[in-house]
């Protein structure tokens, strides 16, 4: 049985503290990344994809994006800007970084290295006893690490499992994942994870923390240099020198080997920065009474950031500011990106950023916190990307711009539940509830909640996108009602007003009455009477008023002074307005009704979600996209008591459970909403021509985690955000409901390898509460490991010898089915059902497919990869590609279509054959060999067969049906083709432009010069009787062509001189000697020559240049006709001209504002 758990090789234990999970955030940098993992972009989470390209790197079956990406949750209090700015992560090929969860899984004290067993806490109560004393000794881990992979963009979480020592990843792949422990290598404290290598389905190995060669080593940690706490009640600071701790948070990525050989490395450097940061505040008491105490930690961040990537002759510098960040002491902001090939410039981008500065005065902040770390008060945004081309041209930069709402401190109490600025004065304290005599407000603020945000982005093109945000708003979790949570929910103030005019029809004979309907929670009753024919004060002008119900007068009303009114009660009145004289009044009462809708209806949760986007291009045309959610869901919350009722009292007691309000990366699961249906309008929602309905999976997570004792939950978030529905309308004006149906996608999914049972069920319902609590289950599909930790009294904390199960859950959800319908005005309706097959006992790919169509036709298709395989029926070289985690290699594929009565109609299949024993390379060289093909079950025929390969993968030969024998040549680091060679055997052709690294075959010892007047391209050689260019071993019996392009001298071939042919271009002579047949070439004389081939007689040679980075710079057809290709200092493509230099083509490329020519 296969099993999707990788060996760690390290011993494993856990620990707890009985109150609460202590969670320790990782680096500022490694905080701006990870948000995309606990908050993927999407539209279920409303987080619209917003970045910035840069480069790519291309490897042969790899590509490397390089970009800056934006996230818009938002910007919470007491979050640190990134190098790139504030919501802004550099992406580059990922990282690896963990929660730590109470103490760090590799550390001293952590459950890699702890004595229990924790299979035998869930049975023997003497484990339990030792367990319960090592947590009364400090000396035991609560939790594991919660484990983030960035693969190349790919999200993969994991655990390390205590007891078995193996990892447990989350959604099962058959990506391969270990950890290098550190030994004696002067790097981290000995037996901490220092490493990882991981290799993904293509054979590509990633390397994290440590190179391959374990020289290079480049993780983060933070280092305590004081712990310290302030009491608010006799003012003083009491701190403790910090000690050594190198807890690693992030393992950033060195190096990648792709399945060619190929290497991309990663370099560092390392960055000092000092921050402070606020631990957690609590009241507390002695004998002098009760009073709040802050503490906090000033540390030192070793961070290492991104300086260079190269890969073969190509290479990325990250250049930093020269001087240091004001909102981060030690840290440089990112200056530049500058891409290369060799020395020469490709491309460069520079960054520019804005601070803003937070009110110094502001007693939401603690002094002790202010004076400790002034940066606080600045805030880091990016301003401006510009891209500058090779020759110093740029083009207009990219420019944002963000919500104006200035952020405050770093360390401000002016948090809403969540950690997002809420204006209120809260104090110095960060708490959740009222504490001494200072209110605390922790509600929504719907408005200051998007400070900082980003708002616009004006493109290079003159175009722009626009975003407008909204609140998140969900359903509660089920288990609100047995929490006291502070209120959350913003108060919603609604001004009411009753106008009061003299008019007979309001006369009753006595009084002037007018009917008034007050709304609940009612403040600041004012009641406004203008008396426009005398003076108010005069004896004449006087006038009573009064509020009264069925049965009395409420209240009597005064002019221009508030009042609330008692009791409050909703219901109608009247006001009755009396006068002993005439004269004309103007009356108004006035009122505020305040209401908040209460969490356990709605909650409003954490940050923003997108509502609409306008997009306007440069000609100010205007495309809109707005959105609409609902059936959301909230599925954690940052901070609540848990209400239960004592068993003998049956008085109702509270039980404290939660982090700092809305710290990133401190919750326990840090997705908080998502949204079950999300629709997509085209253009405004209100005069749309269309829309389009998103359905999504929202499992809520499982477990008791929110009574005492706390636990993690059970982590469902890689069940939801799954799409089960995509519906397509279009307007219709004749439809009941606006709109017709045009086009549906549904998707089922396979949970554990169980489809759904029911038409409303899109895979079975995953675990939540396991019955069995004691159960350890792990198969192909699902594990269930069970944890215990002791259990306590609530009020005294004491232990009570028994145990409390919690659960690390994880296995497979792939698609199990698609249901494509388009229907259309005639009433007909096409349907498309696709089923997905697996193979979860040998890996975890789609094994296979089944089409049917709306004519009952099936096509069914399978896949066969290297692990389909029994390992004894494996040739030689699929076992090579196991070894190498070349998993996801099609070995055969099949596809078979069936008529409406099961009558097979179609068969094709393909098999591709590899090989390991090529000549003069290793066993491990793995590349395939023939490709075969057969239809209805007939003969198998040879589509294709590759001769030979060079070192780095590339075809050096290859025959295709029907087709001649193809050569090639390879040269730019092995990335390009410059020779293509039709009917000619290795080691009988040479080409050489002199553009690139390589010689073609030739050899030569010369210098080669660059300048302006080669003929395909910038570089040429000179030659003379001694740096004269050969070429020797060529098969006997052979005759060769050499043709080549010279100037300014008297060449000779073989010792004789070569005479020009008549054809010239820009003063270069072209040369061709035929009739060749000796075993060796060589080349003398004088001046310069260029584009030199030699190829046999018969043979058709088509030549090709590069700019590297760039593109193909000329094309030589086999008769010797070359086309040029030329691009602009931003590498686009300019003009296309023939050999004589007239131009076949033109591009040309202009910004708004800029003046065409």
Not at 144 to 152: E, H, S
Not at 670 to 676: A, D, E, L, T
């Amino acid at each position: 049985m296969k099993y999707p758990l990788l060996l760690v090789f390290l011993l494993c234990t856990w620990y707890a503290n009985g109150q609460d999970i202590k969670l320790i955030p990782p680096s500022p940098e490694a905080t701006a990344a990870f948000k995309f993992a606990e908050v993927p972009v999407s539209l279920f989470t409303g987080v619209p994809n917003t970045s910035v390209e840069i480069h790519q790197i291309k490897a042969k079956g790899l590509t490397i994006p390089v970009s800056v990406n934006y996230h818009s949750r938002g910007v919470k209090v007491d979050e640190i800007a990134s190098r790139v700015g504030l919501g802004w992560m550099l992406s580059y090929g990922g990282a690896i970084t963990r929660q730590v969860r109470g103490r760090a899984d590799d550390s001293g004290l952590g459950i890699m290295y702890q004595p229990t067993n924790y299979n035998e806490v869930l049975y023997d109560a003497d484990a339990l006893l030792s367990l319960e004393q090592r947590m009364i000794n400090g000396e035991a881990d609560e939790s594991p690490d919660q484990f983030y992979l960035d693969l190349n963009g790919e999200s993969i979480k994991f655990t390390i499992d205590p007891t078995t020592k193996k990892l447990l990843v989350q959604k099962y792949s058959d990506v391969a994942i270990s950890c290098i422990i550190a030994k004696d290598f002067n790097s981290t404290i000995d037996g901490s994870i220092e490493g990882w290598k991981v290799t993904d389905l293509q054979g590509n190995t990633y390397y994290y923390g440590l190179s391959k060669n374990r020289l290079g080593h480049f993780y983060d940690y933070d280092q305590l240099i004081t712990s310290a706490s302030f009491s608010f009640l006799d003012g003083k600071k009491v701190s403790s020198t910090g000690f050594e701790s190198r807890n690693i948070n992030t393992w950033h990525l060195v190096e990648i080997e792709t399945a060619y050989g190929e290497r991309i490395e990663f370099d560092y450097e390392l960055e000092e920065a000092i921050s402070c940061r606020r631990s957690f505040d609590r009241v507390e008491q002695n004998e002098r009474g009760t009073y709040p105490v802050s503490y906090y930690s000033i540390s030192r961040n070793y961070q290492y950031q991104i300086s260079e990537i190269k890969f073969k002759n190509e290479s990325i510098n990250f250049i930093p500011k020269q001087v240091t960040r004001a909102d981060l002491p030690g840290s440089q902001a990112l200056a530049k990106i500058i891409v290369s090939y060799g020395a020469e410039l490709v491309k460069e981008f520079s960054f520019e950023h804005s601070f803003t500065t937070s009110n110094t005065v502001d007693n939401t902040v603690l002094y002790m916190l202010r004076e400790e770390d002034p940066s606080a008060n600045h805030r880091m945004f990016l301003a401006s990307i510009q891209e500058k081309g090779r020759e110093g041209e740029t083009k207009p930069a990219y420019k944002f711009e963000y919500n104006q709402t200035l952020l405050p401190n770093r360390f401000s109490t002016s948090q809403d539940a969540w950690g997002y600025y809420n204006g209120k004065q809260n104090g110095p304290f960060l708490a959740f509830y009222p504490y001494d005599a200072q209110g605390v407000n922790r509600e929504v603020d719907t408005v200051k909640a998007e400070a900082g945000l980003l708002k616009k982005i004006t493109y290079p093109t003159g175009g722009s996108v626009e975003f407008e945000y909204e609140h998140n708003k969900a359903m509660p979790p089920f288990f609100i009602g047995r929490m006291l949570i502070p209120n959350i929910n913003p108060t919603t103030i609604s001004p009411k007003s009753e106008p009061m005019l003299k008019m007979a029809a309001n006369f009753t004979g006595s009084v002037y009455s007018y009917p008034v309907t007050l709304g609940p929670n009612k403040r600041n009753l004012r009641f406004k009477l203008l008396l426009p024919e005398c003076d108010s004060t005069a004896a004449a002008c006087k006038f009573t008023a009064y509020l009264k119900d069925d049965a009395s007068i409420v209240k009597q009303l005064y002019p221009s002074i508030p009042d609330n009114l008692p009791g409050e009660p909703i219901g109608s009145y009247k006001v009755e307005i009396a006068s002993p004289c005439d004269h004309h009044f103007y009356g108004n009462l006035e009122w505020e009704e305040v209401y908040r809708v209460p969490e356990t209806e709605l909650l409003y949760t954490s940050g923003k979600r997108i509502k609409k986007i306008t997009y306007t291009d440069a000609s100010k045309g205007v495309k809109i996209k707005e959105y609409a959610y609902s059936g959301g869901k909230t599925f954690g919350l940052p901070g609540f008591y848990f209400k239960r009722i004592h068993k003998i009292a049956k008085a109702e007691y509270t039980d404290v459970h939660g982090s700092l309000p809305g710290s990133p990366l401190t919750n326990l699961q840090g997705n908080s909403v998502g949204y079950q249906i999300v629709t997509e309008y085209f253009d405004e929602k209100a005069a749309n021509y269309g829309k389009v309905e998103h359905e999504f999976t929202i499992t809520e997570d499982g477990g008791d985690y929110y009574e005492f004792p706390y636990t993690i939950p059970i982590d469902n978030e890689w069940l939801r955000g799954k799409s089960i529905g995509t519906s397509y309308f279009k307007t219709s004006l004749g439809s009941p409901l606006g709109y017709e149906l045009i086009k549906e996608i549904r998707n089922r999914y396979l949970f554990a390898n169980n489809s759904s049972t029911g038409s409303d069920r899109v895979f079975s319902p995953p675990f939540v509460n396991i019955n069995q609590p004691y159960l350890y289950s792990i198969s192909d599909t699902l594990f269930y490991r069970p944890f215990a930790i002791p259990a306590r009294e609530p009020d005294t904390t004491a232990f009570i010898h028994s145990r409390k199960i919690f659960y690390i859950t994880g296995g497979t959800l792939d698609l199990h089915q698609t249901v494509e319908r388009e229907y259309f005005a005639s009433g007909d309706t096409v349907e498309k059902v696709t089923t997905y097959s697996y193979d979860y006992s040998r890996h975890y790919q789609p094994a296979g497919t089944e089409t049917v169509d709306s004519q009952g036709r099936l096509q069914r298709s399978r896949t066969t990869y290297p692990l389909t395989l029994d390992a004894g029926k494996r040739t030689a070289a699929e076992q090579q590609l196991v070894a190498q985690n070349r998993v996801a290699v099609p070995l055969l594929t099949e596809t078979v279509v069936l008529d409406a009565s099961g009558r097979e109609v179609a068969a094709t299949e393909q098999r591709t054959h590899y090989r390991n024993d090529w000549p003069g390379k290793a066993s491990s060289f793995v590349m395939p060999f023939t490709i075969k093909s057969r239809v209805n079950r007939g003969n198998w025929q040879e589509e294709a067969r590759y001769l030979d390969y060079d070192g780095s993968g590339n075809p050096l030969g290859l025959v295709v049906k029907y087709g001649p024998e193809t050569r090639y040549l390879w040269d730019y680091q092995g990335n390009h083709p410059v020779a293509e060679v039709v009917h000619a055997d290795p080691g009988t052709f040479a080409y050489t432009s002199f553009e690139a690294e390589g010689k073609g075959n030739w050899r030569y010892a010369g210098a080669v010069y660059t300048d302006t007047i080669g003929l395909t391209g910038l570089r040429h050689y000179r030659l003379t009787d001694s740096t004269g260019i050969s070429i020797d071993g060529l098969p006997a019996g052979t005759t060769y062509e050499l043709t080549f392009w010279a100037r300014d001298g008297a060449v000779k071939v073989n010792g004789a001189p070569a005479t020009p042919k008549e054809l010239t271009r820009r003063g270069w002579h072209y040369y061709q000697v035929s009739g060749l047949k000796t075993g060796a070439v060589s080349i003398t004389g004088s001046g310069k020559i260029d584009e030199l081939r030699l190829y046999p007689a018969g043979a058709l040679m088509s030549t090709y240049t590069y700019d590297p980075l760039v593109g193909m710079t000329s094309q030589t057809d086999p008769n010797g006709r070359t086309t040029y290709y030329e691009y602009d200092g931003f590498g686009r493509l300019q003009a296309v001209r023939d050999e004589e230099g007239n131009v076949l083509k033109t591009y040309q490329y202009h910004y708004k504002g800029q003046s065409v020519e």
